[in-house]
Each structure stands twice: as structure tokens, then as C-alpha cells.
């Protein structure tokens, strides 16, 4: 048997105030699209906004549905609009922001694991990190630098 460690390092901002001006306005751009989020059952809301490489903004929110599973995250409602709309332009950010009618999230919220695998896939084919800012309604920030940093031993074409 061989043990094999694996760590990833996280950076955490106390505040949006704290973020580089750049990253501070995707992240507004995540909290705005939180205001279209259909979110009638949970009641919680999320809003993504990813960065291009040429500089466009993408946003994305959730939708939910009353057949449960049919819904869809904001992370992957964004970046499946990038990949129909921007198919060979490179991802640079990831903004995530969440919150619910039920309390206040002070804690970061970060992508569920069908994102983790879904946004995994896009950071994989582009062969460059896409860096991801998540946080709850107010308070800390965390960033990583790779959207693998989130799911160190992901699945992909390599298996199929």
C-alpha cells in the first residue's frame, strides 16, 4: 500500500471590499443574478458570473422546478451558456454568491458536486484553471485557484 496526501490551498477574503476591483465587480454580477433565480421551493438563491478571456461576463442563476431533479444550478446554467455561446473562449473566473429566505448565509456556499464535475470537465478541456470565488450573502469570500482544487481526483474522458 502506498499513502498518497493531497492538499489544496484556499485564499479567503473577509469582505467583497477585500477582492481585487476586477473580481469585486464579478462577484456583483453574481449577486445581481441571484435576483432572477427561480427559487419558489428552496428558497435559495444562487448567482454565477464567469469571466472570459476576452473579457466578457457570463452570468447564470438557478431554476428550479416542482419535479425536483429537474432544476438546474447557476453555476451550470452559466457555463453551459458560455460553452453555446463562447465555445472556444477561455474561462478565467468564477464568481458564486448565495442566499435564502429562510437565514442569513454568512458562510461561503460552494458548488454542489454535480457543478464540481460539470465545471471540472470545462477547466479540463480548456487545459488552463479557472480560478472560483464563492461566497453566502455576506461575510468571507474563498477563492481557489482551480476549479480541480474543489474536486482533486475528478472523472473524465480519460475513463470512457
Same mark, same amino acid.
Given at each position: 500500500?502506498k ?5 489544496? #490551498?484556499?485564499s479567503?477574503?473577509e469582505?467583497? =471590499?477585500?477582492? !481585487? ?6 462577484m =456583483? ?5 441571484k435576483?432572477?433565480?427561480? %427559487?419558489?421551493?428552496? *428558497? &435559495?438563491?444562487? /448567482?454565477? #458570473?464567469?469571466?472570459?478571456?476576452? /473579457?466578457?461576463?457570463?452570468? /447564470?442563476n438557478?431554476?428550479e422546478n416542482? %419535479?425536483?431533479p429537474?432544476?438546474?444550478? %447557476? ?5 453551459? @451558456?458560455?460553452a ?5 473562449v477561455? +474561462?478565467? @473566473?468564477l464568481? +458564486?454568491? %448565495? #442566499?435564502?429566505?429562510? =437565514?442569513?448565509? *454568512?458562510? !461561503?456556499?460552494a ?7 460539470t465545471l471540472?470537465?470545462?477547466?479540463? @478541456? =480548456? ?5 472560483v470565488?464563492f461566497m453566502?450573502?455576506? /461575510? @468571507?469570500?474563498?477563492?481557489?485557484? #482551480?476549479?480541480?482544487?474543489?474536486? !482533486?481526483?475528478? &472523472?473524465?474522458?480519460?475513463?470512457l
Open positions: 500500500m499513502k498518497v496526501e493531497l492538499t489544496t #490551498s484556499i479567503i477574503y469582505s467583497i =471590499q477585500e477582492l !481585487p476591483k476586477n473580481v469585486e465587480a464579478l =456583483q454580477k453574481a449577486i445581481k443574478a435576483e432572477n433565480a427561480y %427559487a419558489p421551493y428552496s *428558497k &435559495f438563491k444562487v /448567482g454565477a #458570473s464567469i469571466l472570459l478571456e476576452n /473579457g466578457l461576463i457570463v452570468t /447564470g438557478n431554476q416542482a %419535479a425536483y429537474s432544476g438546474m444550478c %447557476a453555476e451550470r446554467v452559466a457555463i453551459w @451558456k458560455v453555446s455561446e463562447y465555445p472556444n477561455k +474561462i478565467l @473566473k464568481a +458564486i454568491s %448565495a #442566499s435564502s429566505s429562510n =437565514q442569513i448565509l *454568512k458562510e !461561503p456556499v458548488p454542489c458536486g454535480a457543478c464540481r464535475q471540472s470537465e470545462y477547466e479540463l @478541456k =480548456q487545459k488552463d484553471k479557472i480560478e470565488f453566502g450573502e455576506e /461575510g @468571507k469570500i474563498i477563492k481557489t485557484n #482551480s476549479v480541480l482544487d474543489l474536486l !482533486p481526483i475528478a &472523472f473524465d474522458k480519460s475513463f
